[in-house]
């Protein structure tokens, strides 16, 4: 399963993307930036050091420390960002290492 959670299989997408965001209703995560990773992911890494310097709060969550996390979102590929206003709601998502330019995009969007 880590495999297939490592491979990055789904392609960025935001609102009107066309593909679902991950549930995150009913879990306890804060607002701003979550970020499903694994320990062992090169391009997780990657994605983390692109959120460096962004305004919102950020929360990582691993799947080797938080398996349940991820699988109560039914998150099946890391690295994956979701970027949530200040009132909960998912204003953006990216599978893979987002890049800089769109990840600021989505946390001025969400009012940051």
Same mark, same amino acid.
């Given at each position: ?12 997408? @935001? ?43 950020? *929360?990582?969550? =691993? ?25 909960? @709601? ?8 987002? @890049?800089?330019? *769109?990840? *600021? *995009?989505?946390?001025?969007? =969400?009012?940051?």
């Amino acid at each position: 399963m880590l495999v297939a959670l490592a491979v990055g299989r789904w392609r960025s997408r @935001s609102v009107g993307g066309g593909h679902p965001f991950v549930d995150l209703s009913g879990l306890d995560l804060p607002n701003g930036i979550v970020i499903f990773t694994s320990t062992d992911c090169a391009k997780c890494k990657d994605a983390v050091a692109v959120l460096k310097g962004i305004s919102a709060p950020v *929360r990582e969550v =691993a799947w080797e420390l938080e398996p349940g996390v991820q699988q109560q979102a039914s998150v099946e590929s890391v690295p994956l960002t979701v970027v949530r206003d200040k009132d909960g @709601s998912t204003v953006a998502q990216f599978t893979g290492v987002p @890049s800089s330019v *769109r990840l *600021r *995009r989505a946390v001025k969007r =969400a009012g940051w």
